[in-house]
């Protein structure tokens, strides 16, 4: 007997297309101890890692689900696909978005208080040209991906936002619903053009 899964998606992209401060996520350290007593070994536990830690995982692998998409595929005028800078600010403005969606039970790109993808990332300090958003309600972000991925090429969906040659940076924000499904929210951008000589690619 198999479980029926629900999925849900939604993609928004800005018609005009954010500025960011890129920040490499820093990975979790584990700790281990090591000594010796009489020929014994005796290795330290690794410290079990939180809800939050384990978040701040999943979204990493989303991103880079996301650039594996992206070398795998090419732009419509037949170049290389850069891979996509991860950019801590808009994970924090994705992160609080998938957040919110759980909090007051609803699932878009327009939040209860009347604020699009490109409000929200303002709202957030980042100065932008380009801005996308893709929203998921599944149970894992490979199967999000897979959904995302599986769409129709061409057309101004979910797959064209992960596959635009427009976009520089990214930011996944990831929360769990209450049915411990995971609302999940990617973010894409390209800085505002005062701004795209700050960051080294």
Known sequence: MTGIRSRRLAAFVHPVIVAAIIAAAGHAQTQSGQ?????????GQDKPASAADRLAATEREMYELINRDRAANRAPTGQPLLPLRWNDQVAAAARAHSRDMVLHGYFGHVDPEGRSPGMRLKGAGIAWQAAGENI???????????????????????????????????????????????????????????????FPR
């Open 35 to 43: 000594g010796s007593s009489s020929g014994w070994h005796h290795f």
């Open 136 to 198: 998921a309600i599944d149970t894992t972000v490979k199967s999000a991906e897979y959904a995302f991925m599986n769409e129709a090429g061409g057309e101004q969906n979910h797959r064209s936002n992960i596959l635009s040659p427009k976009f520089t940076d990214v930011g996944v924000g990831i929360a769990t619903g209450p049915g411990g499904q995971l609302y999940i929210t990617q973010d894409f951008m390209r800085p505002a053009a005062s701004l795209q000589g700050s």
